[in-house]
């Protein structure tokens, strides 16, 4: 299975078994996340190598205006669609096998956690898996350790308050803050 085919298989919902064609795919384009991120935070790059290696990671380019501040990690990054002067803070984690896309001028703080992954809610089958997208506007700005569950959108100009579990998606213009995260006030 090649990689556009496993995101077309994934993003259509189609559950992936464990041990399946699907299941290796995601397991080979791991190894090149490691080995990127392994690279990126391995040693301090300047701000146009990094994002260079970003562009490598993700397998897409990257507006000049892209900001980074390392160590950060993803079980893929072919995943990721990253908008123009988005900055993205220390600690951030990104599984990004259901697609996340990130829009223009957003700022992700230190260590958040965004998912696009869910097992098997069956113990019998619990090393089986259900991708979702999360897609997140534009001059969005997520606060410190704020975790993003499959599934949720966030709209444009939206604040996530830090340490926030974002559950259910977030209109555009608003405040949610909380666990799990409710909607607090409008911008």
Not at 70 to 96: A, E, L, S, W
Not at 123 to 129: L, Q, S, T
Request: hydrophobic fraction near 40%.
């Amino acid at each position: 299975m090649t990689e556009q085919e496993f995101f077309e298989y994934a993003s259509a919902g189609n559950p992936i078994v464990a041990g399946s064609e699907a299941h290796q795919a995601m397991h080979r384009m791991s190894q090149n996340a490691l080995r990127m991120t392994a690279e990126i935070n391995g040693t301090y790059h300047a701000p146009d190598e990094l994002r260079r290696l970003m562009e490598q990671l993700t397998g897409k380019p990257l507006d000049s205006g892209f900001g980074l501040f390392p160590p950060f990690y993803t079980d893929c990054g072919k995943g990721t669609t990253i908008g123009k002067r988005t900055f993205i803070n220390m600690g951030c984690t990104f599984q990004d096998w259901g697609g996340i896309t990130i829009g223009d001028d957003c700022l992700i703080g230190h260590h958040c956690t965004i998912c696009t992954v869910n097992h098997d809610k069956n113990p019998e089958a619990r090393g089986n898996m259900v991708c979702r997208p999360v897609a997140i506007g534009s001059k969005v700005w997520i606060g410190a350790n704020v975790t993003i569950l499959p599934g949720v959108t966030i709209g444009d100009s939206a604040i996530v308050g830090a340490g926030a579990v974002v559950t259910k998606s977030v209109p555009a213009g608003s405040i949610a803050a909380g666990v799990p995260a409710k909607i607090i006030g409008k911008i």
